[in-house]
Every structure is written in structure tokens, then in C-alpha cells.
């Protein structure tokens, strides 16, 4: 048997990626470790969190000596790295704790993976999910972001990804670390914590609160449902050629605000509101700071090589995600409110 640490696994694609594995592999033992920040949440994983392959562990990927241990007990074939600070806006004001978490904590995963690996004689993977942004802001209606694109990150965040992309392929060069990273667009889909535009913008129609559009929302980003993401995860895992990078993307831009005006449609449509109520609700503020203009994906190489598309189109994406945030208010409910981290205080020591 197999046995994956995946990092991160109770966060949004964490948890998509972790799901996916357990259902699809039971061959494989698959350790969640996730320190349960305010972006993770247990309650994400509720249908599977009783399955005899899974396993779950709290902790912090830059504490050392809990890394180190975690790999003594378990013995780790493979690493899925998702574990990250990972929204732009906290990452302008509270930059240090990008820098800890998604530099410090690769630096401590790949470190002890090394020494734990150094006399292994299986096929072991440390398998780094990164993102498009470390590859900078791109002219509206221009070029895509290519594998070989020099990297210019811009904000706190994508600097602290890029740093981390440098590091995996520094352990790959430096001491044959086996590695494999990925740099995906943007993602939407169930369990997207209420920061990000959409489940935020979703969660806002239903409160009737306003939708605060940066700047005139021209920027234009590419959108990728997150279960398409979680399969090219798999892909890659099982396909991907050692020391090799693959764009991950939807081929589906769209400037903000056209994607709020649709989804202002669509969510009107489905709770029967009169036509036009919710883009009332549109209120533009100030810009972010430094926002990128345009981040858009070649995904040509992981298409030709390993055969990944994504399978489901924009319009129906959307639809599928509203219905999920409908149907599951609560969960909103909970995370907007706080309630799952009380909950999960009393089973998990908390910071
Ligand atoms: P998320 O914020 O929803 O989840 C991150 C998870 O990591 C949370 O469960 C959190 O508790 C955990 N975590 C944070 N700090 C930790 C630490 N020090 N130790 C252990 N666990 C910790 O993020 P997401 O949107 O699911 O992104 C997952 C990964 O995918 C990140 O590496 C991100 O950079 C990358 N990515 C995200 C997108 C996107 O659109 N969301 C796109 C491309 C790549
Ligand atoms: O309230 C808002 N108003 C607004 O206009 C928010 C939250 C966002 N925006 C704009 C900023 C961006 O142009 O919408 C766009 C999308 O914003 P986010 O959802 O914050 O995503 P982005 O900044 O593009 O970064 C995302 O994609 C790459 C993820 O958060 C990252 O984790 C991922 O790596």
C-alpha cells in the first residue's frame, strides 16, 4: 500500500484533491495534514472522513520537528503539496505569514522528504501544486503564460508561491529530489471559502449585500472548475514526467465583470428573483494594490502529453457551483460565522 501525505487537504482544492484519492484509490493510505487555519475546514470532508484509507492530522508544515516525526510515523512514499496561504488581498496586508507558510513550509517539507527518502528504494514524488500568478500580469487580448514564461510575480502572495517553485526545483537539481510542479489558473466550485471573488460575490446576492468590484473589474482571469483541477492533479501524479512543469487552465477568460454581471444572472434565474436585481448590488471601490490585469493559461502541453482537458464548460461550472452554495447555506453560514472552527476546537487543538 501506498501511503500519500497531501498538505493542505482541508482547504478548498485540498479537500477536492484528497476526495478524489480516497474514492478513486483505496490501494492508497492517504495522510491529510492540514493545520486548520481559517481556511481549512473539516466539515469539507465529511463524506469521506470515515473511510479506512484516510487519515487526518493537524499540524504545521513549517514546524520541524512535527514534520520530521510525521514522516518517522508514516513513511511516506509521496507528498501532494497544497498547503498555502493562499488569498492575495490578506497577503498585502498580512504578508509575513505568506512568507512562513508557503516558503519556510515548502523549505521544512522538502527538507526532511530529502533525508527521509535518502536511502529509499521506492519510487518516491514530492509533487508541488503552484500557480499561474508567479508568472506576473499579462496585456489584455495578448499572450498566455506558458511553462517556459520567466517568472514575475508581483504581489506578496505570488511571491511567496514563486519562492516555493524555486525551492522545489532547487531540491530537484541540487540533490535529484524526484519533483513534479503544476501552475494552475483560477479556480471556482463547492467549498471556495467566501474571500474569493465568486463564493463571495454568491454569498453577497444572498445576503444583499454589495459586490465590491476593484477598480473598473476589466482584469481578466481564466476559470477553472476545481474537480477539473483535482483530476489534473491525478494525471500528473501518475503521468508526469519527473523534474517537468505543467499549466493547468480552462482556456476561459473573462474580464470580472462580465463574470459578475453573468452570475448575477444566473443566481437571479435560480432563486427567482426579477430580472437585474442582484447587479444592482454592483459597487465598484478602490483597486487592489498592484492588481494583475490578466492571467491566462496555455494548457497545450499537459492536453498533447498526458491527455488532460477540462471537462466541463463555464456556464455549466457556474450553474453546478450557485447550486452547491444553495443547497449547502449552512456550510456559508458556518464559515462566514466562524462556527466550524468552535466545532472542530473541541475534537482538534486549535492555534
Ligand atoms: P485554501 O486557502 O482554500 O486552503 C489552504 C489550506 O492550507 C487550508 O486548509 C489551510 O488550513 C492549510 N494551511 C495553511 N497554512 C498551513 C500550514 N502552515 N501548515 C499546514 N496547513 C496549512 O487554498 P486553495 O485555494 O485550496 O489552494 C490550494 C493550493 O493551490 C495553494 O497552494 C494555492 O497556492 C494553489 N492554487 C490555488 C488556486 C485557486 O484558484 N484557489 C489556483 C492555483 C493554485
Ligand atoms: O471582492 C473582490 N472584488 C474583486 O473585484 C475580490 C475578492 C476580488 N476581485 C477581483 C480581483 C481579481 O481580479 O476578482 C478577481 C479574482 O480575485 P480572487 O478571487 O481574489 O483571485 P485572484 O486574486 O485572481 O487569485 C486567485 O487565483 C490564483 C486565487 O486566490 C489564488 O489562490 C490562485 O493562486
Not at 484516510?54 to 498547503?83: C, P, R, W
Not at 446576492?205 to 476559470?223: A, H, M, Q
Not at 489534473?232 to 501524479?237: N, Y
Amino acid at each position: 500500500m501506498k501511503t500519500i501525505l497531501i498538505t493542505g487537504g482541508a482547504g478548498f482544492i485540498g479537500s477536492h484533491t484528497v476526495r478524489l484519492f480516497v474514492t478513486k484509490y483505496p490501494e492508497y493510505k492517504i495522510v491529510n495534514l492540514d493545520k486548520l487555519t481559517y481556511a481549512g475546514n473539516l466539515e469539507n470532508l465529511k463524506d469521506i472522513e470515515n473511510k479506512p484509507n484516510y487519515i487526518f492530522e493537524q499540524g504545521d508544515i513549517a514546524d520541524l520537528k512535527f514534520i520530521t516525526n510525521l514522516f518517522k510515523k508514516y513513511n511516506f512514499d509521496s507528498v501532494i503539496h497544497l498547503a498555502a496561504e493562499s488569498h492575495v488581498d490578506r497577503s498585502i496586508t498580512d504578508p509575513l505569514v505568506f512568507i512562513r507558510t508557503n516558503i519556510t513550509g515548502t523549505a521544512t517539507l522538502l527538507h526532511v522528504a530529502k533525508e527521509s527518502w535518502k536511502e529509499s528504494n521506492k519510487k518516491n514524488l514530492f509533487y508541488h501544486v503552484s500557480t499561474d500568478e508567479v508568472f506576473g500580469s499579462l496585456e489584455l487580448g495578448g499572450d498566455f503564460f506558458y511553462e517556459d514564461t520567466p517568472y514575475d510575480p508581483k504581489s506578496p502572495y505570488s511571491s511567496s508561491k514563486a519562492s516555493s517553485d524555486h525551492l522545489v526545483r532547487a531540491w530537484n537539481h541540487t540533490y535529484n529530489m524526484p519533483v513534479v510542479i503544476s501552475n494552475c489558473s483560477n479556480n471556482y466550485g463547492p467549498y471556495q471559502f467566501p474571500e474569493k471573488l465568486i463564493p463571495l460575490f454568491i454569498n453577497n446576492i444572498l445576503k444583499k449585500k454589495p459586490l465590491p468590484v476593484y477598480g473598473e473589474g476589466i482584469n481578466v482571469r481564466d476559470w477553472l472548475f476545481v474537480e477539473d483541477h483535482a483530476k489534473a492533479i491525478d494525471v500528473i501524479f501518475h503521468k508526469g514526467k519527473i523534474g517537468e512543469t505543467y499549466n493547468i487552465g480552462g482556456h476561459n477568460e473573462w474580464t470580472n465583470i462580465d463574470l459578475i454581471k453573468l452570475l448575477c444572472k444566473q443566481v437571479d434565474e435560480k432563486i427567482r428573483n426579477p430580472e437585474g436585481t442582484s447587479e444592482k448590488l454592483i459597487t465598484y471601490v478602490t483597486d487592489r494594490s498592484g492588481h494583475d490585469l490578466r492571467y491566462a493559461i496555455d494548457a497545450t502541453k499537459i492536453k498533447d502529453e498526458l491527455g488532460w482537458i477540462p471537462s466541463l464548460q463555464f456556464d455549466e461550472g457556474l450553474r453546478k457551483t450557485i447550486d452547491w452554495y444553495l443547497e449547502n447555506i449552512s456550510w456559508l453560514d458556518n464559515v462566514t460565522s466562524g462556527t466550524y472552527q468552535d466545532y472542530y476546537k473541541k475534537q482538534y487543538k486549535q492555534d
